[in-house]
């Protein structure tokens, strides 16, 4: 399939995407987010890629949903079109480990995108915000909810009111990054982690991210409960069987990923 609004790199197991309109400071429209749905559901199918990683470039993650494409919208218009709905979603639809690395800024749109993703990996240059309330609007793809799940409600009520940016360091104090990288070495830094995570059974790290994706959606003890089940599937694999054979006999385990 040909992209014109993102780029893609294979460094097998891993994919790299690049989001790609440097131009507006890589503005998420349609086209860009149709084209990301769609590449996700394609690297998902492939059995040579075992984790994900999406990029800006060193200004930008991206600078929000794009505003020229939403000036011309109006409610019954992005209703029937149900404006940032699938397209958007389908990030936390993908199954496989995805690591949003933010180089610049990660505002509005963009910041919903990489928190979108599992885990976030943040150049010494990032910057966060929603500051959709300066446009008259709120954010619309989740920032409200999972800023306020990642970060608390006063910092989540200061960004979202206020439409500051916070910098890495303050992202990171925060609990929305994992970890702060040089600008220089993000790309290599967020591909040696997910080279790290790769090297894992793809069955184990795909029950990982469900049981931990269920404790934003359940209560503490539905959670336990899910995780539980998880747990108790995780013993039918193969490669669960491969795992605590390989540690017994005291070698590598040879996964199948199945
Ligand atoms: N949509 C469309 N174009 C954008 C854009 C966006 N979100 N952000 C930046 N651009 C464009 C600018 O219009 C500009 O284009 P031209 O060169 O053609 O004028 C180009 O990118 C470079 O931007 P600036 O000249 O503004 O660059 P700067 O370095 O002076 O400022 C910035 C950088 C502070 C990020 C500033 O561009 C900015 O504030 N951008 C908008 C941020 C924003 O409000 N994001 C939220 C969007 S709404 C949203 O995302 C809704 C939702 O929840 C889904």
Redesign the pocket.
Known sequence: MTYNNILLERHDPVALIRLNRP???N??NSALMSELSDLLKELEQDDEVRAIVITGNE??FA????????QALDFSRAYREQF?SSNWEQVTRCRKPVIAAVAG?A????C?LAMMCDVIIAADSARFG???V??G?????G?TQRLTRAIGKAKAMDLCLTGRMMDAEEAERSGLVCRIVPAATLVDDAIAMAGEIAQNSLMATMFNKEAVNQAFETSLGTGVDYERRLFWASLDTEDRKEGMAAFLEKRSPRWKHR
């Open positions: 131009k507006v400071l503005a998420l200004k930008a600078a929000g949903a794009d505003i020229s494409e939403m940032i800024v505002l509005g749109g963009g919903e929603q500051p959709e300066k446009l609007i709120l954010p619309g793809a920032g």
